[in-house]
């Protein structure tokens, strides 16, 4: 008789039916993520095991074990770079340039060392993070180590998930497959290699606010913010109020409304989406009002998470003059670029 494969025992504690059922614990999610980046197991597992956890919808355990069990074997520095923010992108933009770039320029400029990491291309008809640092002149960065490099340098730096792990991003290219996201889409944004104090998470879904401030608090992540942002990046919509839940450790959530910053509810969509506006509204050659909007308000929401501001209002506020104070050649090009848009398939 076959001997049961080791996984198996993942699987069936998800598919048993409804009444058997029940989500698995951190530490055999833990256990289970580090079987899969290993190579222990099966293709056929791990598309039965991905969709019986989308199927049941993710728990805060279950995300908090797969990121352990992901950064369990991170290939880090021997001296962690110091990071003080830890910013995650992963699902492009497709109705607005990506402004939250342009925070997070802002907060680099300041002194402010932010960590950035994502994926592109699971989606066709977005901009993606990786083709706009590219097309602005940033470095992507190829390892770690480079990445640590760039940080002493400038203070950012972009790394993609197919350096933190290669088999990540084979399954998160497994999208069109599948005809659903994985829940490798959701604790991919939770990695914070370097072990940044604070933690921004942007989600497309409502009701998965809970799920990643619950997996803070059993990281004893820091501080951590998540809101509802812009096509699912971590970008404040200025024309809409913005309920944000902030953690500290293992602390219960906090939950704030943010108000609107613009008095027109319509958001507007960019049927150009090239970098030209990008570049114009850094250097301050275009009066774009929602750009401004979207990118102070995303600041302040950072700067609320940081500490550095008390209250919504003095975090807008200090939003506003880090803006008004940024380095105009900051950036390291000087002329205009299109923005590619991914043209991969996916259903």
Do not use: C
């Amino acid at each position: 008789m076959q001997e049961v494969h080791p996984f198996a025992r993942f699987v069936a504690i998800l598919g048993r039916g409804k009444t058997k059922q029940r989500h698995l614990t951190l530490e055999e999610s833990r256990e289970a993520m580090s079987m899969i980046l290993r190579g222990e197991a099966l293709p056929e597992q791990i598309g039965a095991f991905l969709m019986l956890l989308r199927l049941k919808e993710e728990a805060p355990e279950e995300i908090a074990g797969f990121t352990l069990g992901t950064r369990d074997l991170f290939q880090l520095p021997p001296k962690l770079p110091r990071v003080d923010l830890d910013w995650s992108s992963y699902a492009g933009k497709r109705i607005q340039l990506p402004w939250f770039l342009l925070s997070a320029l802002t907060l680099a400029d300041a002194g402010v060392r932010v960590f950035m990491h994502g994926t592109d291309g699971h989606t066709p008809g977005r901009v993606y993070t990786k083709a706009a640092l590219q097309a602005l002149g940033f470095p992507i960065a190829g390892s770690l180590n480079e990445a640590a490099s760039q940080l002493a340098a400038r203070n950012f730096a972009y790394t993609p998930l197919e350096v933190l792990s290669p088999k990540l991003r084979e399954l998160i290219d497994l999208r069109p497959v599948f005809g659903l996201r994985s829940p490798v889409h959701s604790f991919s944004r939770m990695l914070n290699p370097f072990q940044a104090p604070v933690m921004l998470q942007g989600i497309f879904h409502r009701g998965f606010m809970d799920v990643h401030a619950g997996a803070a608090q059993l990281l004893k992540q820091p501080r951590l913010a998540v809101f509802r942002g812009e096509g699912g990046e971590i970008e404040r919509r200025p024309n809409k109020p913005t309920l944000v839940w902030t953690t500290k450790g293992a602390a219960a959530p906090k939950a704030e409304t943010w108000p609107a910053l613009l008095d027109d509810p319509h958001q507007p969509a960019d049927s150009r989406m090239k970098l030209d506006e990008l570049l114009l509204v850094w250097r301050g050659e275009s009066d774009n009002s929602y750009a401004v909007a979207s990118i102070t308000g995303t600041l302040a929401i950072a700067l609320k998470t940081m500490g550095r501001a008390d209250t919504i209002a003095a975090a807008e506020t200090l939003a506003r003059q880090m803006w008004a104070d940024r380095n105009r050649d900051f950036l390291p090009v000087k002329g205009a670029a299109d923005v590619p848009v991914s043209d991969r398939r996916s259903a």
